[in-house]
């Protein structure tokens, strides 16, 4: 090969080497999503001023591991033919599919065209051009899911307040800009009067701008009305944010079904009967009073009794015997125990003023006062006969003379 042909095939080369633009990747659909399958196009432009591009192919393929592990092409070659004039041009398409765990971001791919160059002469054979180009970009973008991912919020009480947090994450491959977190208290989606309350804050919370994988939470005082109703609430939660992003979950939690006991008692015939009402709206399971030790009062024989079930306005008694220690007080302590409709167990201690007829409060039998006068008359009759033993004794011998 004589050196004009070989450089003017060099030239011819170079020339016709520029046969695509660097930047972004064309796509079918715009934007990509994660779980898309899509073409791909890159345009194939004949610079080579009037040299022809023969059996023009191009292939596509990753530039490194993580576009590989994004993006799986489906048809990684496509053929052009020939491109014979300068400045037309071909596309080339290639399928692919999008990963569906693929985060958001863009992906680099290395184009590579191959053709066949004009043959200079007989006795040389047409070269095989090869021209690269690299770091085309595939941009993806992300679909982003804002959960729920744990809460503080379990049993609560009525008329209690709670500090309670709220951790969310994005599950997603997308980003979410200026993410809220609005918490509905109604606890229905309606507009009807709420039974809880988020103190010193509204019920919209901001998390901040979330990429894939992040997380971020709330921290708030819940506080329960009294009028609560016992029972499981799922209060709606709303993640939105830029671009019309929007998801529903909801936050559980229950209500117990907490309740509260009136105390009075009855003194009679020496016997302290304590009496124990309940005055809340729920059931109480298990009721049970004891009388602790105490600095006002001796408790004699059991210290504790067992009531049962009590429902919303149902009340039982209790016997005890007490007896008020000298010089002491006279408010006298109560533990109620009893187990709630979440099956929690409570404990509640009462202050009850108990003034008693004596020192003691026992309970007694009839039978033991019949035994004690029996005993009485027997010793009566006993001294009687001792005393007038002599008079007796001659009343005797008389009788026994005649």
Known sequence: MNKFNLILIIVSTLLIAQVASAGYLVT????????????????????????????????????????????????????????????DQRTARFKIHVNPDAAEGDYFFNVFIYYRGQQISSNTPAPIVTSERKDQILTIKGKPLVVLLNSTLGIIEPMSVNKETLKFKNTGTGTVQNAVAEIDLTGTGGSSKSSFSILGAGTKFSLGNLKAGDEAEITFDLAVDITATPGVYNLPL?????????????????????TNFEISYQESLGSFSLNVLNTGISPASSVSVTLPRQKNFSITGSSS???????SGDYTSAIFQIAKIPGAGNSLEVDIQYTDTSGQRHTITKYLPVELSSTGAKTSSGSTSTNYAVLMLVVVALLVIYWQRSKISTYFRKQKGK
């Open 28 to 87: 079918e659909t715009a934007p990509v999503y994660p779980g898309d399958t899509t073409y791909v196009y890159f345009v194939v432009n004949n610079t080579g001023f009037g040299q022809f591009l023969n059996d023009v192919s191009v292939r596509l393929e990753p530039k490194d591991n993580a576009s590989a592990n994004a993006v799986t092409i489906l048809d990684d070659v496509y053929s052009l033919g020939t491109i014979e004039n300068w400045g």
């Open 238 to 258: 709303k993640i939105t944010g830029l671009n019309n992003y929007s998801s529903d979950n909801f936050v559980g939690l229950v209500v117990a079904g907490t």
């Open 305 to 311: 009794s067992v009531l049962g079930n009590l429902n």
